[in-house]
């Protein structure tokens, strides 16, 4: 069991470090071992499995993913928290790297895990969640699974069956290119500080794509640019050649007078594999 994870740990760590969460990074610290060990468990972390941890805070996931994993990559931009990180968790198999996850080459790292499982694992600061799941959703070499702690309400909107109303670039990518599960629920109370909401944990497992996530994903935002505005008239924006773009709206039988989030996901896959072929 992680020693990292309890309130009277992080107090005392961050007091011996004269350390605060820092606001501006999102900061709020798992205070809670057995929810640890539960998202270490259910994540099917282990002996063969690369972990590539984004956010790894005061240490609390890290230290369970150290015990179980092959090998642990650990990113963390705040640099108070590196010094710590290195004197309170031991073990070969852990790299602790201090820079932005967001400036990472990330298909450059997984290059060098082209044999192994690779699981990405973070508890995600809520202003950034949609930026580092696009991030990763669009990775040439596909992460076996994604799971990543979030804002509840966030979470089991993108874990569910999508609604128009609901729909979002972010949403229709992630299930798009993977099979979404929750695997548990975690109280605010289970952090320090306290954040306002609970917190959602899901698992993003790759399925296979006829098209790559990259160009759906480009598709995405080219639909999505301007809600108020038909399908017809964001294609015609990006393509410039109305004529052509109805023909295939109508090949694929959509009303050009639709707006994206009222299309379905093989709608618009269809859409673009006909728009590639006529473009071509």
């Known amino acids: 069991m992680g020693q990292i994870a309890s309130l009277k740990m992080t107090d005392a760590l961050l007091r011996l470090h004269s350390l605060n969460a820092k606001q501006s990074y999102g900061q709020n610290f798992i205070i809670n071992s057995q929810v640890v060990e539960d998202i270490v468990r259910l994540s ?28 642990v990559i650990a990113y963390e931009i705040d640099g108070d928290l590196i010094p710590l990180l290195k004197e309170n968790i031991n073990g070969s198999n852990l790299e602790i790297i201090n820079a932005d996850f ?44 994604v799971v990543v702690m979030l804002q509840k309400e966030v979470g089991i909107k993108l874990a569910k069956p999508l609604e128009d109303k609901e729909k979002n670039e972010l949403s229709m990518l992630a299930q798009f290119c ?20 609970d917190s959602v944990v899901l698992q993003f497992t790759t399925k296979a794509t006829k098209i790559s996530t990259e160009e759906f994903a480009t598709f995405l935002k080219i639909i999505y640019k301007n809600r108020r505005k038909t399908i017809l008239n964001n294609l ?15 090949s694929c039988q959509i009303n050009s007078t639709e707006r994206a989030e009222k299309l379905n996901q093989n709608q618009i896959t269809k859409l673009l594999v006909s728009i590639k072929k006529e473009m071509a």
């Open 44 to 71: 099917n972390v282990d002996k063969n499995t690369i972990v590539i941890e984004i956010g790894a805070g005061l240490g609390a996931l890290t230290e369970e993913l150290v015990s179980s994993a092959k090998h």
């Open 102 to 145: 967001m400036r990472v080459n990330l298909d450059a790292l997984l290059a060098k895990f082209s044999r192994d499982k690779i699981i990405v694992m973070s508890n995600l600061p809520y202003y950034i969640t949609s930026d580092i799941l696009i991030k990763l959703f669009k990775v040439k070499r596909p992460i076996d699974s």
């Open 236 to 250: 015609v924006e990006y393509y410039a050649d109305k004529d052509r773009i109805l023909r295939v709206l109508n």
């Open 178 to 197: 993977s099979d979404i599960k929750v695997l548990k629920y975690v109280s605010k109370n289970d952090f320090l500080p306290r954040p306002k909401v």
